[in-house]
């Protein structure tokens, strides 16, 4: 009930309330769902496999949220990096989270966390993703992959 009662905010349409309701997780390019949080991809993903992890809850502040969440997306958060790792060959990550306007959150309302694989000699590759609208069939074929791997990785 959770995420239901948290999708109806009071602070207006918030895409990472939207994207939490059940149903509709290929269209959100939504890729695994916790108890009390979920895993999600980039819409304009900084490398190709952009995953973030974001709580039911609309909370602006990481310490805003229960203890059982916060335990909850560090644990999602290792997962997203074992499947990014085990099905796209991820060599490393960039991984962390803006707080508040002030400190570059694009959506600072819904906090969430960002999870960047990246590759050797993958720096070339970054300005060439976000731009065209070919890249949503290729999301949409990464989240069918990283969906099938998290589902094998166990909840
Ligand atoms: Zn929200």
Known sequence: MGYIRSARNEFGPCIFCDKSHLGKDEENLVVHRGENAYILMNLYPYNNGHLMVSPYDHEEHFDALNTDTQVE????????????????NAD????????GEVAGAGIKEHMHLH??????GDTNFMPVM?????MVDG?????KQLAEAFSKNGK
């Open 92 to 99: 490393g990550f960039n991984f962390g989270a803006n707080f």
């Open 73 to 88: 997306m560090m644990t999602l958060t290792t997962k997203a990096m074992e499947v990014l790792r085990s099905s796209l």
């Open 115 to 120: 999870i960047v694989p990246r590759w050797i």
């Open 130 to 134: 976000g731009h065209t609208k070919v």
């Open 139 to 143: 999301l949409k074929e990464t989240r």
